[in-house]
């Protein structure tokens, strides 16, 4: 089909989409608490003519909406949770919040669920007309910060049924997402002890504290010896009360155990629950430990990463007024970056010289083009759970310049810039490849079956769900 038609459609619906956007980035709702955020989506989805589902797999923020008929059944994926302690006046490039430790929209979750469904919007429409055949599923996926929501919605059955998945991330590069993230499991530990006088009767004390630094000092000695491409990280979540001079009944450590992979993760975290138990027994306390959540790592794919980038290509780029540059570089001076753009822009040295030249060496507040694609098995330590889709179908995602380049990840300068129409020229782009790529993979079964051939040879061993059957998300 002529992907103009989609692009047009797409254009009609700029004011209901940057409509939408604003309104998540103005709800602000953390992680598995996005009510409000989800009652806007469902209200465009249905008055959009789409068949709504609520409440998936017991989730109350977790939906979808579905057009078409028949294979192949393409998803589109959206977040819209946001980040405490980010509340920021929009548009404005000085530190300024709007609520005093508010929340914030600063991973530019508003513009990722928009610019998804602005793309399901094309493609169901193409679908009406006659011109697209297949089914469109967008997928309103929430508490992707908090608690990797996918990775629930993925144990109960979603996704497994699709022929293909497609997302994006707001960012500062237009680029193909390549390469495996680390599968990570996150866990509670909690210490019980026995309170005492810790000067008159420090003899009758067990004291949990005692045992959550021998745990601490434990993972330190483990560190050594784990499997490459491994990580531990914690956090105090409970250290006692603040009386010195008690000897502490209780302490809770949060763990985030990393590894190449679920298998991986799963084996260091038995290590870590040894230490744990250890400590216990060092200190005669008590510990109990419970999972929060966890994400496999990422299956990329090289057919879908390709089809993404020629789409990428295709689309126009925009341009931008002299208003919309000049905040951007006010913006970008409020922060100090080094290097150059680009997650995969150090691999290689002929992406890396044209990154270099288009970018002025990394000076250029926007970065106004499309990094080239070069398939890399590269392994990026952090953990997604669009991991969790992967396994269980071909899936792709890119990122598309919605701040000034170098902005830090989770910033008050993403919450400020989210909601501008430099923004939104972002969004609108990302919402065009990506209808153009679900066009794509609508019309082209080869192109589709490739894809899935790819996927089944790099899933062959099977999803292995980082967490248990009964665990339920948490909520905040
Ligand atoms: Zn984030
Ligand atoms: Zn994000």
């Given at each position: 089909?002529?992907?103009?038609?989609?692009?047009?459609?797409?254009?009609?619906k700029?004011p209901v989409l940057t409509a939408l956007s604003d309104k998540i980035w103005t709800y602000a709702e953390l992680s598995m608490m996005e009510h409000r955020s989800t009652a806007a989506y469902v209200e465009v989805l249905r008055s959009e003519g789409f068949n709504v589902q609520e409440n998936l797999c017991g989730i109350a923020t977790a939906f979808s909406g579905t057009?078409?008929?028949?294979?192949?059944?393409?998803?589109?994926l959206g977040e819209y949770d946001a980040?405490?302690?980010?509340?920021?006046?929009?548009?404005?490039?000085?530190?300024?919040?709007?609520?005093?430790?508010?929340c914030?929209q600063?991973?530019?979750h508003n513009l990722l669920g928009a610019?998804s469904l602005g793309?399901a919007i094309?493609?169901?429409?193409?679908?009406?007309?006659?011109?697209?055949?297949?089914?469109?599923?967008f997928y309103g996926c929430p508490g992707e910060?908090g608690?990797?929501g996918?990775?629930?919605m993925?144990?109960?059955?979603?996704?497994?049924?699709?022929?293909?998945?497609?997302?994006?991330?707001?960012?500062?590069?237009?680029?193909?997402?390549?390469?495996?993230?680390?599968?990570?499991?996150?866990?509670?530990?909690?210490?019980?002890?026995?309170?005492?006088?810790?000067?008159?009767?420090?003899?009758?004390?067990?004291?949990?504290?005692?045992?959550?630094?021998?745990?601490?000092?434990?993972?330190?000695?483990?560190?050594?010896?784990?499997?490459?491409?491994?990580?531990?990280?914690?956090?105090?979540?409970?250290?006692?009360?603040?009386?010195?001079?008690?000897?502490?009944?209780?302490?809770?450590?949060?763990?985030?155990?990393?590894?190449?992979?679920?298998?991986?993760?799963?084996?260091?975290?038995?290590?870590?629950?040894?230490?744990?138990?250890?400590?216990?027994?060092?200190?005669?306390?008590?510990?109990?430990?419970?999972?929060?959540?966890?994400?496999?790592?990422?299956?990329?794919?090289?057919?879908?990463?390709?089809?993404?980038?020629?789409?990428?290509?295709?689309?126009?780029?925009?341009?931008?007024?002299?208003?919309?540059?000049?905040?951007?570089?006010?913006?970008?001076?409020?922060?100090?970056?080094?290097?150059?753009?680009?997650?995969?822009?150090?691999?290689?040295?002929?992406?890396?010289?044209?990154?270099?030249?288009?970018?002025?060496?990394?000076?250029?507040?926007?970065?106004?083009?499309?990094?080239?694609?070069?398939?890399?098995?590269?392994?990026?330590?952090?953990?997604?759970?669009?991991?969790?889709?992967?396994?269980?179908?071909?899936?792709?995602?890119?990122?598309?310049?919605?701040?000034?380049?170098?902005?830090?990840?989770?910033?008050?300068?993403?919450?400020?810039?989210?909601k501008?129409?430099?923004?939104?020229?972002?969004?609108?782009?990302?919402?065009?490849?990506?209808?153009?790529?679900?066009?794509?993979?609508?019309?082209?079964?080869?192109?589709?079956?490739?894809?899935?051939?790819?996927?089944?040879?790099?899933?062959?061993?099977?999803?292995?769900?980082?967490?248990?059957?009964?665990?339920?998300p948490?909520i905040g």
């Amino acid at each position: 089909m002529d992907k103009q038609k989609l692009y047009d459609i797409i254009e009609t619906k700029r004011p209901v989409l940057t409509a939408l956007s604003d309104k998540i980035w103005t709800y602000a709702e953390l992680s598995m608490m996005e009510h409000r955020s989800t009652a806007a989506y469902v209200e465009v989805l249905r008055s959009e003519g789409f068949n709504v589902q609520e409440n998936l797999c017991g989730i109350a923020t977790a939906f979808s909406g579905t057009y078409g008929s028949g294979r192949p059944y393409i998803g589109i994926l959206g977040e819209y949770d946001a980040l405490s302690g980010l509340s920021q006046e929009a548009g404005i490039t000085e530190k300024r919040p709007l609520v005093e430790g508010g929340c914030g929209q600063g991973c530019g979750h508003n513009l990722l669920g928009a610019a998804s469904l602005g793309a399901a919007i094309a493609v169901k429409q193409a679908i009406e007309a006659g011109e697209l055949k297949g089914t469109v599923i967008f997928y309103g996926c929430p508490g992707e910060e908090g608690c990797a929501g996918k990775t629930f919605m993925a144990r109960d059955g979603m996704f497994r049924d699709l022929d293909a998945a497609l997302c994006w991330h707001p960012g500062d590069v237009n680029e193909i997402s390549t390469g495996s993230n680390a599968a990570s499991i996150q866990v509670e530990y909690t210490f019980t002890g026995i309170a005492a006088h810790a000067a008159g009767n420090p003899q009758h004390g067990r004291s949990a504290l005692d045992a959550a630094e021998l745990m601490n000092v434990g993972v330190q000695f483990l560190r050594e010896h784990m499997e490459p491409k491994c990580s531990v990280h914690y956090s105090f979540a409970d250290a006692g009360g603040l009386s010195p001079n008690v000897v502490q009944p209780t302490a809770k450590l949060i763990y985030m155990v990393r590894g190449e992979n679920v298998r991986k993760a799963k084996a260091l975290l038995k290590r870590v629950d040894n230490i744990a138990r250890g400590a216990a027994l060092m200190t005669e306390t008590q510990v109990s430990s419970r999972q929060i959540d966890g994400t496999s790592s990422t299956v990329s794919n090289e057919v879908l990463e390709q089809l993404l980038y020629d789409n990428l290509l295709a689309v126009p780029l925009p341009s931008y007024t002299q208003k919309e540059l000049t905040y951007a570089a006010t913006l970008k001076t409020t922060y100090h970056t080094e290097g150059l753009p680009g997650d995969r822009t150090e691999e290689n040295r002929t992406v890396r010289a044209f990154v270099a030249e288009k970018s002025d060496n990394g000076n250029a507040a926007v970065n106004d083009f499309v990094i080239p694609y070069v398939p890399s098995n590269h392994f990026n330590p952090g953990s997604s759970d669009v991991g969790d889709v992967s396994w269980l179908t071909p899936t792709a995602q890119f990122t598309a310049v919605t701040w000034p380049s170098g902005c830090p990840g989770h910033s008050w300068q993403i919450v400020s810039a989210g909601k501008t129409t430099f923004a939104y020229k972002g969004l609108i782009y990302a919402a065009k490849v990506l209808a153009g790529s679900v066009a794509d993979l609508m019309t082209d079964h080869i192109l589709l079956e490739k894809a899935r051939a790819e996927f089944r040879a790099a899933t062959e061993e099977g999803y292995d769900c980082p967490i248990s059957k009964d665990l339920l998300p948490t909520i905040g």
